[in-house]
């Protein structure tokens, strides 16, 4: 007589149990979340696959092997449903296929033993088989998570390599940004795309300064300044080096050992050459740019300037990398003068400082939603051979260009400016992306001021700090969306061949805008679109945001399945 159970152990048993309860629960969730998805719009197949998946399940726990085979059923059409949606885009299809890939392993490993509680031949060679395969293709997908993939399929034809004409090369990287417009382009053309991959290391520098993090954001950030032969780095402690370019032999080293407890870094440094001629601005109605003489012989004729992460501005001697003597107070300025109560690391200095004609510009980062009390955003130009201040911008005082009297503080948790700024010297304008009040999330006690400049992009006479305009971006900021770069000038093409002189700059929100620089108006189509508030009482919320249209951006669409990870 032929048994319709086999003596298959507890062990076995109870594996078979558990997997399909494991299975039973993810279908239930497919199901039930399909349901949702169904209802908003979205992808049929979660609730397509819950279904046969908790069926599956159910077949298992009661030791059924066509449980395993509905479970590959379900997968292989998983499979063509993630190649119909997605293609072959990695992140995308493997998101899809991974988790029910290490399932259909283990189902299929589980196979032989169903088979064999219904007292039928186990079949482990064919099993083991499909098993190493689906495991194969798991381990394959799992390691390929840590390799560098194209977000973004190349597609159209490449552009045409340019050679730079005679006379055009680049020579330095004197900003933060390559140059004053912010371009971030290198005019140079021995190193292309067809030949980089020859590249070989010429040299290695060891700074001695470790980014030892604790968690709290100690990295190596810097970017380099080149001038002539000479390199100068910023390590996490402020420390300044310079090295020669060619042979990265190191020529001085400041040492600062600037600290704080979090957001132990350097991203860069500002460069002044008093020898240098000195341009003035072309636009009609600006103003000139300072001079600033310095006795013949006198040393910091080059110098370099760092805000460091203590909140002190510093000037170096580009030549020696002994502090400036004439400036500030034996060589630095407290940047915490004026600010009242400013612990660390409640007021830091995150991005490089701008050189703005004859004018230090800096900002400052403002701790996120620590306390309703905390420093405010000034701005601040600083002459560059005294570091005398000659202006503050402060958001929560606009008309007035003065330090704050004895006893007194600049306004206290107004919007700031953390990123890079960019200077345009044919107008003498400096160009401040802002961020929002201290409190990012909570906008009912900000002021009108508070909500005038919160993300927005300001513009500052360089020489007297006056307000040219400013344009906002986010109203009633609720969402950290501080403006997070320095913008880039360019010449907009406009109607009748004319060159509009511009900016432009991306935001936290994916936008991309492009504004005239002489007045902050957009260049391209901005719109009004109506958003639904919360219900916080009290909150001014904004019933409309702008939206920039007319540039390509990751937003300007409702999220579809397709451009997620799971549909």
């Not at 230090?360 to 980062?365: D, Q, S």
């Not at 405010?376 to 130009?381: A, D, P, T």
């Amino acid at each position: 007589m032929t048994s319709t159970t086999s003596d298959t152990g507890i062990l076995a048993r109870g594996w078979l149990i558990l997997l399909g309860l494991i299975i039973t629960l993810a279908g239930l969730f497919f199901a039930i979340g399909g349901i949702r998805l169904v209802t908003l719009g979205g992808s049929w197949y979660f609730l397509l696959a819950g279904i046969p998946l908790t069926i599956s399940g159910g077949l298992i726990i009661t030791r059924r092997p066509a449980g395993a085979i509905l479970f590959g059923v379900t997968f292989l059409a998983t499979i063509l449903w993630a190649l119909w949606e997605v293609g072959l885009s990695f992140w995308p299809l493997i998101s899809r296929l991974l988790a029910m890939g290490v399932g259909a392993t283990v189902v299929a490993l589980s196979w032989p033993l169903l088979r064999r509680t219904r007292g039928l031949a186990p079949f482990w060679r064919p099993a083991l088989g499909v098993a190493a395969v689906l495991a194969v293709g798991s381990i394959a997908g799992f390691v390929g998570m840590f390799r560098p993939h194209d977000p973004v399929a190349f597609s159209g034809m490449p552009e045409a390599l340019i050679p730079v004409a005679a006379g055009q090369a680049q020579k330095d990287w004197a900003s933060y940004g390559n140059d004053q417009a912010n371009t971030r382009f290198a005019a140079l053309d021995q190193i292309n795309r067809d030949n980089v991959k020859a590249l070989k290391v010429a040299w290695t520098y060891r700074t001695g300064d470790v980014a030892v993090s604790d968690g709290n954001g100690a990295e190596d950030q810097t970017t380099p300044l080149q001038i002539g032969d000479t390199v100068y780095v910023c390590t996490p402690h402020n420390n300044v080096i310079a090295l020669d370019a060619d042979t990265g032999r190191e020529k001085w080293k400041a040492m600062i050992n600037a600290k704080s407890q979090v957001w132990q870094r350097c991203r860069g440094l500002a460069y002044f050459d008093v020898h240098a001629p000195l341009p003035q601005p072309a636009a009609p109605g600006s103003t000139p740019v300072t001079t600033v003489p310095l006795p013949a012989g006198a040393p910091c004729g080059r110098r370099l300037l760092l805000n460091t992460i203590d909140a002190r501005l510093i000037a170096i001697d580009a030549d020696t990398g002994r502090f400036c003597p004439g400036f500030g107070v034996n060589g630095a300025v407290d940047l915490k003068a004026g600010l009242g109560a400013a612990p660390d690391p409640q007021y830091q200095l995150t991005s490089a400082p701008t050189m703005a004609g004859t004018t230090v510009v800096v900002g400052g980062r403002i701790a996120d939603n620590v306390q309703t009390d905390m420093p405010g955003g000034v701005l601040r130009g600083f002459d560059v051979i005294t570091g005398k201040m000659r202006w503050a911008f402060d958001p929560g005082n606009p008309a007035d260009r003065n330090a704050p009297a004895e006893g007194k503080t600049y306004a206290r948790s107004t919007p700031n400016s953390w990123a890079g700024m960019t200077y345009d010297a044919a107008s003498n304008t400096v160009f401040i992306p802002m961020g929002s009040p201290s409190v990012d999330i909570y906008g009912v006690p900000r002021t009108p001021l508070e909500h005038r400049y919160g993300a927005s992009m300001l513009a500052l006479d360089a020489t007297t700090g006056n307000e040219k305009w400013h344009y906002q971006t986010v109203r009633n900021d609720l969402w950290d969306f501080d403006l997070p770069m320095a913008p880039t000038l360019i010449d907009f093409p406009a109607a009748g061949g004319r060159a509009v002189p511009a900016l432009v700059f991306g935001t936290k929100a994916g936008q991309i805008y492009v504004l005239d620089r002489r007045t902050g108006q957009p260049l391209t189509k901005v719109v009004d679109v109506p958003v639904k508030p919360a219900n916080i009482p009290g909150e001014p919320y904004a019933l409309t945001q702008p939206r920039s249209r007319a540039q390509p951006t990751p937003s300007r669409s409702a999220p579809v399945s397709t451009s997620t990870w799971t549909g």
